[in-house]
């Protein structure tokens, strides 16, 4: 009852509600991003969603135009402190979340929950498992399980194997608790960056003309 029906009343009503903020947000921070290379303001990112279909998802742009793809060994997306990819206001949007606020939209519409899995690239198809396909049976979420425990600093199938517990344990007190320390770990700015395997990191292109995340 919860997953089916109340979970997606709630994302309606609460991506309502959060629409002016994000409009807000978008006012504030169009601006800076436009002046800093006269580079467009979103980036629409293709992202596998739920039943494994891929979607737009909306973001404020947060790197130079054209910047280049860059992944972990274990295909993860890179994320440094350093990160030259990444202008000025990135940086802030990035430690704050900000540039994830248009997601709201996604919400709006469908293609995401308020919480659940991050959604993945297209990529995560190349090479899909049992573990990895799990996923796919809820709708990705602006934040989830995997960020209330990580952030953006998971590595390997740690991700995975926490978004299968999501999936497998989804209830209102769980998406609660997860929006409650979520909240927190931005507040604490906690584990902002995965660079646990910089050494490691390999080039590969996501799209022609480049990531402009």
Not at 104 to 127: Q, W, Y
């Amino acid at each position: 009852m919860y997953e089916k029906f109340v979970k997606r009343m709630f994302d309606i009503i609460l991506s309502l509600v959060a629409m002016p903020f994000v409009l807000l947000a978008i006012a504030v921070f169009a601006p800076f991003i436009f002046l800093t290379d006269r580079g467009p303001v979103f980036y629409n990112a293709p992202r596998v969603g739920k039943d494994g279909k891929v979607f737009k998802m909306f973001k404020l742009r947060s790197m130079k135009v054209n910047a280049p793809d860059i992944r972990n060994a274990d295909g993860s997306t890179y994320n440094s402190a350093n990160d030259p990819r990444v202008t000025k206001i990135g940086k802030l949007m990035r430690k704050t979340s900000v540039d994830e606020l248009p997601q709201m939209l996604n919400v709006f519409l469908g293609h995401m929950s308020l919480i659940g899995p991050r959604p993945a690239t297209p990529k995560i198809l190349e090479d899909i498992t049992p573990l990895k396909e799990a996923r796919f049976k809820v709708r990705p979420g602006v934040t989830g399980y995997t960020q209330m425990m990580y952030r953006n600093s998971a590595q390997g199938d740690a991700r995975y194997e926490a978004d299968k517990y999501y999936v497998d344990n989804i209830s209102f007190a769980l998406d609660v608790k997860i929006l409650f320390m979520t909240v927190l770990k931005v507040l604490k700015r906690e584990n902002i960056y995965n660079d646990g395997s910089a050494k490691k990191e390999e080039k590969v292109p996501e799209n022609i003309g480049g990531r402009q995340a």
